[in-house]
């Protein structure tokens, strides 16, 4: 048993080879067309990070490889050849041919080479199997690095408890489709149990975990038939008890007066490190974009609150009437009554007065944001109240 791994894959083989590649993948579908623009300056690889990368490096490979093991010669060629991505499990017939299918490997692409890693006493570590031969048959079972400490979601974090659970019922579930034996399975058992116990999981809730996905494994139920519903998904923040209250409350609502909707709650938790300590650097207030601004004027302090998706030193080029990319008067500017505020009273306008107050991603949530900071603050330049309709507040 031998597993290679392919270094430099996905960042060093040309964008033109791959596209080459791609172009002769399609050409025995001639329904298709493709209309297509290439804008890049890289010659090796794809941008970091692209969704690209493993697509167009699998296509690169399942097109060669095809190629290379039919020209490889009869004497060293595998047995057996099973790639995932860039790791590949081979069999050969002696360890000699080991080295020559790696030169010859290594010698196909300038920008592809291989390494191996043999067996070492009828056991190999192959993705997160241990791979192991004995009397001609194979076993697998879970892997674990050297470098494996073990560390998993502490059951005391601040996360809902069907968090944790899922995370018993997953590593329950991975073993037992790596396991090949029922003795196997039986110590991937125990080594969960004792990983959990040092990340604080009580005895019991281990137990009562591995039994119920024992039983949703080996009991078959016979599945129900109901009437579909509409499945819709609400995101809301865990906090703490409270809120599986409030999610059986809507939920019981929801049955109440729309039967045929499935409501479905998914907890978020904020509280994070990440949350307390912002590695990134913070983006300065007039780049930022799908905002709610207020400008307050700097020589009588009247203000005005309105949103904007696009960013926010563009808006506030806008209400002084003049162009973001070159600073020159608009021939049609916008209707601003900031701008109108500033030229009848004379006071000066600056792109430093505008602020951010709030943001959001979606623009549903800006024209809410809006109308509520609208609804708040009063301003005396805004024309409007609300930019939505807020008839709860109006009640």
Not at 40 to 69: Q, Y
Not at 214 to 219: A, P, Q, Y
């Amino acid at each position: 048993m031998v597993a290679t791994k392919h270094i430099n894959l996905f960042i060093q083989i040309s964008i033109k080879e791959k596209y080459c590649v791609f172009s002769c993948n399609f050409q025995q579908f001639p329904e298709l067309q493709f209309v297509y623009a290439i804008y890049v300056d890289t010659i090796d690889g794809v941008a970091m990070g692209s969704p690209l990368g493993p697509t167009l490096a699998n296509m690169f490979m399942c097109f060669h490889e095809k190629r290379w093991l039919t020209n490889c010669p009869l004497d060293f060629r595998p047995s057996h050849y099973y790639r995932y991505v860039d790791d590949t499990f081979l069999l050969f017939k002696s360890q000699i041919q080991v080295q020559k299918f790696l030169q010859y490997m290594n010698s196909q692409h300038k920008n592809i080479k291989s390494t191996c890693e043999l067996e070492s006493n009828g056991k190999l570590p192959f993705l997160e199997f241990s791979i192991s031969r004995d009397n001609n048959s194979f076993s697998t079972a879970s892997y674990r690095k050297p470098t494996y400490i073990g560390l998993t979601t502490k059951f005391d974090s601040f996360i809902p408890v069907k968090y944790k659970t899922n995370l018993i019922n997953t590593l329950i579930n991975r073993v037992y489709k790596i396991s090949k034996s029922y003795l196997i399975f039986t110590k991937e058992i125990d080594s969960i149990t004792d990983i959990l116990r040092k990340n604080s999981f009580p005895l019991f809730v281990i137990q009562r975990s591995i039994r119920q996905t024992l039983n949703n494994i080996f009991v078959k139920r016979e599945p129900v038939q109901l009437a579909a519903k509409d499945r819709i998904y609400i995101n809301l923040p865990y906090i703490g008890p409270m809120s599986y209250t409030i999610r059986r409350k809507l939920v019981n609502l929801i049955n109440v007066h729309y039967s045929t909707v499935d409501l479905r709650i998914i907890f978020t938790s904020t509280n994070t490190i990440g949350h307390y300590f912002k590695f990134k650097h913070k983006i300065p207030n007039l780049l930022r974009s799908s905002v709610v601004y207020k400008f307050t004027c700097n020589s009588c302090n009247a203000a005005y609150i309105g949103k904007t998706s696009r960013n926010l030193f563009i808006l506030a080029d806008e209400h002084k009437g003049i162009s973001y990319r070159t600073g020159r008067p608009l021939g049609k500017p916008m209707v601003s009554p900031v701008r109108e505020h500033c030229q009848q009273n004379n006071h000066n306008l600056s792109k430093h007065d505008f602020k951010v107050i709030d943001s959001s991603p979606f623009a549903s949530d800006l024209y809410i944001l809006d109308s509520l900071w609208v609804w708040k603050g009063r301003p005396k330049l805004n024309e409007y109240l609300a930019s939505t309709d807020l008839g709860l507040l109006h009640s």
